[in-house]
């Protein structure tokens, strides 16, 4: 952190919020690392990665969706290689910047739903990119539902072969990434026909371009889909198929094949297929969703201790927008969350590994809890996520809608993830129908699953909280979220509420084992209240139906909620210090570590393309007769098209102002001359007021005559 | 190509004619008709065509967008257009509500000399700029400050020896920073700058200033001039940043209408300037309008890509349905539409309320005016934070394809989030509206009754003797009974003013500064604010109704305006059981009267976006498209893409193909 832009030390307004942490920021930043090692190892490949000039973020907010392309690709090939020749697994600081993310899913799928054969072949020739692949599944018609798929695998007996068709417009392949233009190879999902009957949906391995010119391959139609709101570095592509062959053997058969006389076989259990989806929903969440949200909250919260802004007192400085308590109600509940779900991510990994080891024993039992836990947790942390991350942005007023605030492409990127990897309605349903059957079992009395146990506990009283402080106990918050969630009734509304009371009592549980860090202890119990009373604020709706929460109660809660945005105030930059992130790694001109918000925005703001291009004016003039005054001219830095000419006078009648006066006229340069047009143009009789402006000017003039 | 089969169904099956509700919203069968005569006017014109601005770079954005502004001004005029809404219409048909350079120079720099510049100085500059020789700009905000007038930094320090202002922008957050057309369309700025004459600081005023040379449009010496980069949308706009280093202009150039310096350097007050209020109630009202429009241009694309996109079996064996049948998605898309009506006729009502009161100022009655600015300050934010929200809804219910820009939706979305900020940002427009809402009770507690959208204060007199049990009264509420809704938001907003009084009240004795009480309870009283706002949009929406002649519109209109005032209720539950407005049984009986009208509306729902009227270049949507004929279209703008331009991308040559020799 020790480089500040021409020598400038930190802004002292963000300085002083430095000054007396509560707790140690190296501390909590190793907790969150979970070990001094590993942070020290992060720290090591940031600075080699952030320090190649290759690797420059300078013009990400400058440049075309084609050039985001373009330089993701040269990025991605650098990072191989640097990897490689550092003997590096991965660099993952700048994986923003990245193409080639599918490949890594395309890998995956021959991994899991290859033979071993299928894998020996293909998996070393995709590790050197010899191959690029990607993984297409998603139709132009089709998403969620995947038996509506369309696209076909007719196997041929004859020739040994399957042939591969889109058959409708709508069957096209749509969104894969890596597809529009860098993939060579598709794992594409087809609808299985043999003898004239369906099999349902199969994965093939399907060559899509030359290895040798990147053209496509006959039979191929690919391309991409376009510019998109966010993720223009990658080339999401659509790829159409018309009776391309691919050898029997091209089929991911770790579950089932087709035999050369065209019988079926299947094999295995595919629901380890589950467990496939479960690790990408996981690693998104810990590695892109979660994140994003914490550097939101870097960003906002560093600039709103700099940003400054009316008086709280009169006659005093102009306060810190941070200091008023409708920017602290903005942004502190989104840092609390950043904590809740990186403790919730914690709980999650420790579930799953525990679920996998058993998977792997052929012990399926806990798979339907750990599909429906990923599937919720998903929905609500992509959600909350992608709100909060739009909250902090906005909460930095006019700044924030600027690209180099960081903020919107931050955004843009996140929301995405509501869509992709699972809807996230149909994420919420689905994990509904895993709580509406457990909720069946409930009531038979037989036994549930741990994360849903509490469904089997009837004692529902009312709250027992008699003050304000009260509400600072987890069990009184805990047991309100609980009464809430294991409330039966509106279904989509459920299971967010599900959700919620697992980060709570899981925050709860996190904080209570921070035993021997006393101050990091403090100021996370202090974020676990905020968290929990933010919710039951927001909902309050939900704690007072039936009258778990008397009127007075929520009352009490509120009152405490609100008194502990003060108290978190003090702690809110060592709070997102704690994340340490690099000023790299934001790419912001409103968060970076020194505060230097103002200089930065400005001297950021000189490497606009708008204003490096300089314009060809000098000795250049337009053919029309208004030459150098052709306002066309210099607005658009070409001749004017005969249609312009008119609303663009420069009369003589406006000289005798400083800066008004005109320039003497330079002579054209040789050969325009004969370009220059004659005759009159229509501005000199000039034209007549609209009405409505005419109106205004005489009433403007009338009540200036009147005393 | 044929309408698809879906779409057509559903406007066969329509309860009503969806040309009359257009009507409504017109405000008349005429109005709906030149309307479209003037847009068809501009999407009919040759020279109004560009290539689709998705696939352009910012700097191309820019210039289709100089090039159109130039032509309209041009067309306008020859075609005699005149009347506001008429220009209204024009400007956003060529520009497909997109913002534009001249924007500033027509919406404010023009205006601003009418207004505040003397006629001597409107001699000098009016017609000039209206020749657009001068090409002005609004120079407000600086890169440290927005909201807080009174700490803009930037300096005019009159000099009697050469009777000039000498502009200045001392230190980094003084520059001048977002003003639109600035960046480099603009040759002139009126620019705000705290006055300094005779040693003394005067406070605010504006000054015209010149920043380029006419002519070759070099930024004058002591100028600097810029645009501020790329944003999040905005991509037309060259909001640009500019810093003064003692720059001299004519003691003239000072707009002196109100405030004047004498050539010696004394210094005349302004008269009364209650005036500006009059600007800023417009221009809330159009950003209302704008809520309005951008949701439903929203809806109507997301609502007719529901009803053409299929997905799922909800029997076994059937086929795909349309998602406009799955409940879930109804419930994220029909309130919103209910709310964009609900937002048409709110704005249609402040802009009736302005023009009457513009009126009544002419004739010298400013007593309205403080009530109408404090007030439409909350509707602003109101509205803007609801159509932030649903906008993004709408664009989440189209899945995937909502993510592309084909879509529509994300352009629609960047367009319209800063008016979140912009015109006054909307805590702070918020807080303006709780700071009369307290004031009015206030009033009320020592037993004087206030009048107008607040009247429902007085109510709070009569209970006086059981202070907790403000809203509480004999509950007889009919949910199927839109005015019996607005009695219970009514009650609502009364128990949430009073609650957040007393708390600031509470505050007050607690601590010493009023303004520490304040910020204390700011909080409550934002809460206060929108519960206020979101009776009057329930209120206006309900008195909407009752102009409605038609049955068929009628029942329909009737279904929406409960649906938004039910969902309201289900949203904020907490309000209402709080109070005890509502009791838990009425509660439920909300929820489950939202999922009836959910139903209810769906057969509708199609038409109802159709009513919205906007033509297909308008939505600059492929999923939103009147014929429904979704995804051949959206084949057709993908093979337009820079990135197809050739068959193998050359970064295959750069950077593949090295990499795959070397590995």
Known sequence: QACFPNGRGVNPDLDVERKAPSFSVERLTTILDEGAQNTKLRREVEKVILSDPAFSRENQYFQTPPEQYETAVRKSVHLKEKLDQLGWAEGGVISEDLGFNIHTVFKTSIWELGTSDQIAKWIPLADKYHIVGTYAQTELGHGTYLRGLETTATFEIATQEFVLNTPRISAMKWWPGDLGRSATHAVVLAQLYIKGKCYGMHPFFVPIRSLQDGSPRPGVLVGDIGPKMGMNHIDNGFLMLHNVRIPRENMLGKFSQVLPDGSYVKQGSEKINYLTMIVFRVTMLAKEVLPALMKACTIAIRYAVVRRQSELKPGDPEAKVLDFQTQQQKLLPQLASAYAFHFIMGYLDTFYSKGCAEIKQGKFDSLPELHALASVLKAVLTDRCAAGVEVCRRACGGHGYSLLSGLPSLYCRLVASCTYEGENTVMLLQAARFLIRCFGLAQSGQPLPPSVAYLSSRSFGKCAARDQADFLNPDVYTGAYKHRASRSGRIPATCPAHCYYIIVENFVAAVEKLGNEAEIQRIMKHLCDLFALNGIFSDLGDFLHDGYLSEEQADMATASYLDLLAVIRKDAVPLVDAFDFSDGVLNSALGSYDGQVYQRLYEWAQKSPANTQVRAQHGRVCACDRRRRCLWFWLMRSECPSSCLNPFLFSPSCTGEPGLQELPETPLPEGSEQAVRTGSSSSEHGWELPLFLERSLRASRASLEQP | ?663
Not at chain 2, 83 to 93: H, L, R, T
Not at chain 2, 321 to 332: A, P, V
Not at chain 2, 394 to 406: N, V
């Open chain 2, 1 to 663: 190509m044929a309408m698809n089969s879906d779409l057509r169904k559903e406007r066969d099956a329509a309860s009503f004619i969806p040309e009359l509700l257009t009507h409504v919203l017109d405000a008349g069968a005429e109005r709906t008709r030149r309307r479209r005569e003037i847009e068809a006017l501009v999407l009919n014109d040759p020279d109004f065509q560009h290539e689709d601005l998705n696939f352009l770079s910012r700097s191309q954005r820019y210039e289709v967008a100089i090039r159109k502004s130039a032509l309209m001004v041009i067309k306008l005029r020859e075609y005699g257009i005149a009347d506001p809404d008429e220009i209204y219409w024009f400007k956003s048909s060529v520009h497909r509500g997109r913002p534009e350079p001249l924007d500033l120079h027509l919406g404010m720099f023009l205006p601003t000399l009418l207004t505040q510049a003397t006629p001597e100085q409107q001699d000098r500059f009016f017609m000039p700029a209206w020749n657009l020789e001068i090409i002005g700009t609004y120079a407000q905000t600086e890169m440290g400050h927005g909201t807080h007038l009174r700490g803009l930094e930037t300096t005019a320090t009159y000099d009697p020896a050469t009777q000039e202002f000498i502009l200045n922008s001392p230190t980094v957050t003084s520059i001048k920073w977002w003003p639109g057309g600035l960046g480099k369309t603009s040759n002139h700025a009126i620019v705000l700058a705290q006055l300094y004459t005779q040693g003394e600081c005067k406070g605010l005023h504006a000054f015209i200033v010149p920043i380029r040379r006419l002519g070759t449009h070099e930024p004058l010496p002591g100028i600097t001039v810029g645009d501020i980069g790329p944003k999040f949308g905005y991509d037309e706009m060259d909001n640009g940043y500019l810093k003064m280093d003692h720059f001299r202009i004519p003691r003239e150039n000072m707009l002196m209408k109100y405030a004047k310096v004498e050539p010696d350097g004394t210094y005349m007050k302004p008269v009364s300037d209650k005036l500006t209020y009059g600007t800023m109630v417009f221009i809330r009202s159009i950003i209302v309008g704008d809520s309005a429009r951008s949701l439903s241009r929203a809806c109507t694309i997301a609502i007719r890509y529901s009803a053409v996109r299929h997905q799922s079996e909800i029997k076994p064996g059937e086929p795909e349905h349309q998602i406009l049948d799955y409940q879930t998605q109804q419930y994220k898309l029909f309130p919103l539409l209910a709310t964009a009506y609900a937002f048409h006729f709110v704005g249609a009502y402040m802009k009736n309320t302005y023009r009457r009161i513009t009126g009544d100022i002419n004739q010298g009655d400013l007593t309205q005016l403080p009530e109408l600015h404090a007030l439409t300050a909350g509707l602003k934010a109101f509205t803007s934070w609801c159509a932030n929200t649903g906008i993004e809804e709408c664009r989440m219910a189209c899945g995937g394809h909502g993510y592309s820009r084909c879509s529509g939706l994300p352009d629609i979305y960047v367009t319209f989030t800063p008016s979140c900020t912009y015109e006054g940002e909307n805590t702070v427009m918020m807080l303006q509206t709780a700071r009369f809402l307290v004031k009015s009770y206030t009033q009320v507690s020592s037993g004087q009754l206030v009048s107008g959208m607040v009247s429902y204060l007085n109510d709070l007199l009569g209970q006086r003797i059981q202070p907790q049990q403000v809203a509480a009264r004999p509950t007889a509420v009919q949910l199927n009974d839109p005015s019996s809704l607005v009695e219970v938001y009514k009650r609502r907003a009364a128990s949430l003013v009073e609650a957040a009084a007393k708390n600031l009240q509470a505050e007050l004795t607690r601590r010493k500064s009023k303004e520490e009480a304040w910020n204390r309870t700011s909080v409550d009283l934002v809460r206060a604010s929108e519960a206020h706002c979101h009776y009057v949009v329930v209120k206006l929406f309900t008195a909407k109704l009752s102009e409605i002649g038609n049955p068929a519109v009628h029942a329909v209109m009737t279904n929406l305006c409960l649906l938004y005032a039910l969902y309201g209720i289900s949203k904020h539950t907490g309000d209402f059981l709080q109070a005890a407005i509502l009791t838990d049984a009425q509660v439920t009986q909300v929820y489950q009267r939202v999922k009836e009208l959910l139903a209810a509306i769906r057969p509708d729902a199609v038409t109802l976006v159709d009513a919205f009227d906007f033509h297909d270049a308008h939505l600059g949507s492929v999923l939103g498209r009147y014929d429904g004929n979704v995804y051949e279209n959206m084949f057709a703008w993908a093979k337009k893409s820079p990135l197809n331009k050739t068959e193998v991308h050359e970064s295959f040559h750069k950077h593949l193909k090295p990499m795959q020799a070397k590995l």
